[in-house]
């Protein structure tokens, strides 16, 4: 054999003997392929279990109604209505009243004498109209339906006719009061004067 066949061949030598073992330049890319296989095996879990976790919130969030912001328009304060007006009754208002509710059945001159004792009340007592008319289980009033025009006539006559009229300050229906000189009848109504006692002073 020539020598350079022979050189290619290992020589006897221990130092270079091949010994059948692999060195690490063979171990370690097997290393890094084992070390990305164990990695993608966790990762391809962690996939396997988060992945229905979340298809499954959003399938939950379908079936919510997504909230809609409501602008409220700002409406316009209604003005307070207009308070009813006071109003205010006049002496004649007070005194048609009387007559209607006293004497609503009677005749013109029924209703003036029913408004001649309110009057003749006020002068001897010094009393008003309202004060006389509210006075307690005296006279029905207020009176809450309709006055007739006769009632305000009954009210004049009443008023220009007083220096001639009789000096009466009660009535009442079906006899004379208790309290009282008895006068005289008209209609359903019994008229008396001043109180007994205070005449005889």
């Known amino acids: 054999m020539s020598k350079s066949i022979i ?3 290992p020589s006897n030598d221990n130092n270079n003997m091949y010994d059948g073992r692999r060195g690490p330049q063979y171990f370690v890319p097997i290393a890094v392929i084992i070390t990305l296989l164990l990695i993608g095996f966790f990762w391809l879990g962690y996939l396997m279990i988060s992945i229905p976790e979340y298809f499954g919130e959003m399938e939950g969030l379908k079936g919510e109604p997504i909230p809609k912001v409501i602008e409220v328009e ?21 005194l048609a009243a009387v007559a209607m509710s006293e004497a609503g059945n009677q005749d013109l001159l029924g209703k003036a004498f029913v408004i001649l004792t309110v009057l003749n009340r006020c002068d001897y007592y010094g ?6 008319v509210n006075a307690p289980n005296q006279y029905s009033y207020p009176y809450y339906g ?4 006769e009632c305000y006539e009954a009210v004049g006559l009443a008023r220009n006719y007083r220096e001639i009229a009789p000096d009466i300050m009660w009535f009442r229906t079906g006899n004379y009061h208790n309290i009282g000189t008895p006068a005289f009848q008209w209609g359903d109504h019994y008229f008396s004067n001043v109180i007994r006692e205070e005449q005889t002073k």
């Not at 003005?79 to 004649?92: A, G, Q, R």
Request: glycine letters at 0%; proline letters at 12%.
């Open 7 to 9: 050189s290619k061949f």
């Open 127 to 132: 009393l008003t109209v309202e004060e006389v």
């Open 146 to 149: 309709s006055i007739t025009a």
């Open 74 to 94: 700002e409406k316009e304060a209604e003005p307070e209505p207009d308070p009813e007006p006071v109003i205010h009754l006049t002496d004649d208002d007070i």
